[in-house]
């Protein structure tokens, strides 16, 4: 079961989780522009490259939103994490095997508000998920963040690094991961940041809609991090499942960091999003970008300065390796061509 289906990583879970159930031996490293899972390239014999592990039987894949509908007008199975008292009946009835928990609380300023929601949502309902799956011996796959660290460090952070959250947000998220620790339940935590896909509110269409708006954007430089498309989490979601299903102890269980290589500040993205969005013919024109700091853009809720996390252990445990930001970034650009010009031969 894949929870918050109608979001950017949900979105894209469904495709990938189809992908793997329909074929259980698919080649998941094509060419450049192919089909399948698109950025992840395989580790050479001997630096951690491992051969795929996956289930020889195909499985139901069971997409769930709050408000049991998709996008599409689908009907689907209804999973609201904010109803505690109804989450486990919901569980008893459709009984996952495994459950993949794409579903959160993401408003990051209006947390700082909605504290006690926020909570509910990404630490209370966790709580809940891990509970039930400990008892009905299934699994569960969770999203966390960047912003359980306080972004103070100066290199990429690890996964056994401390965390400190400095928001309502991030405190919500590392309560999620506590919880579904401590639950004892089978269970991958994937943490993630600057996630950004074709389709959902995210940094990259904002910026393509004001930029078609104004001559002039004003975008922070001084935090750093490594924009990651949400079909990149979840393919790479897609292909560990597809190996640590099979896994009968709890060798590879735990957290691990999902981003794209590389690094880049927002208005290094924002720039290269206009340059790649002009050069595949999606814009005429591409704004002015001009750098300013965090403290000329002051948000309710603070950000970590320093955002990258190092993938390492993911790497090593499921034999893959993440491209680089601007890869992926030319994955989206080209996806949001192709989907306008589609529409305009219509």
Not at 114 to 130: H, M, S, Y
Request: aromatic share 6%.
């Amino acid at each position: 079961m894949a929870t918050g289906a109608n979001g950017q990583v949900g979105h894209e879970l469904l495709r990938a989780l189809t992908d793997i159930s329909r074929d259980p031996d698919p080649h998941p490293y094509p060419s450049p522009g192919g089909r399948g899972v698109q950025c992840i390239s395989p580790l050479p014999p001997g630096e951690g490259g491992a051969k795929r592990r996956v289930r020889g039987r195909p499985c139901e894949i069971i997409p769930a939103a709050r408000n049991g509908t998709l996008e599409n007008g689908t009907a689907c199975e209804r999973i609201d994490l904010a109803d505690l008292d109804g989450l486990p009946r919901a569980l008893d009835r459709i009984a996952p095997d495994l459950i993949v928990n794409a579903a959160a609380y993401t408003a990051v300023d209006r947390a700082e508000d909605e504290t006690a929601l926020a909570l509910r949502i990404n630490g209370d309902a966790v709580d809940v998920l891990g509970a039930w799956a400990k008892q009905h011996d299934a699994r569960v796959v969770h999203y966390s963040t960047d912003y359980v660290f306080d972004g103070s460090a100066t290199q990429p952070y690890r996964e056994h690094d401390a965390t400190h959250p400095v928001s309502a947000y991030g405190r919500s998220k590392l309560a999620g991961e506590i919880a579904l620790r401590d639950s004892g339940a089978r269970h991958l935590i994937f943490r993630t940041a600057w996630v950004y896909a074709a389709r959902g509110h995210n940094f990259l269409r904002t910026m393509l809609r004001l930029g078609a708006e104004r001559d002039e954007l004003r975008v922070v430089d001084d935090q750093t991090g490594a924009p990651t498309p949400a079909r990149l989490i979840a393919e790479v979601t897609a292909l560990a499942i597809a190996q640590w299903t099979d896994d009968a102890a709890p060798l590879r269980d735990g957290v691990y960091h999902l981003v794209a290589a590389g690094q880049t500040s927002w208005c290094g993205f924002a720039r290269a999003i206009f340059e790649h969005a002009q050069r595949a013919g999606l814009i005429e024109r591409a704004p002015a970008v001009q750098a300013i700091r965090t403290s000329d853009y002051p948000t309710k809720a603070v950000r970590p300065a320093y955002s990258v996390l190092d993938t390492t252990k993911l790497r090593d445990a499921f034999g893959v390796a993440l491209p680089d930001w601007q890869v992926g970034l030319d994955g989206v650009i080209a996806e949001l061509a192709n989907t306008r010009f589609m529409n305009r031969e219509k």
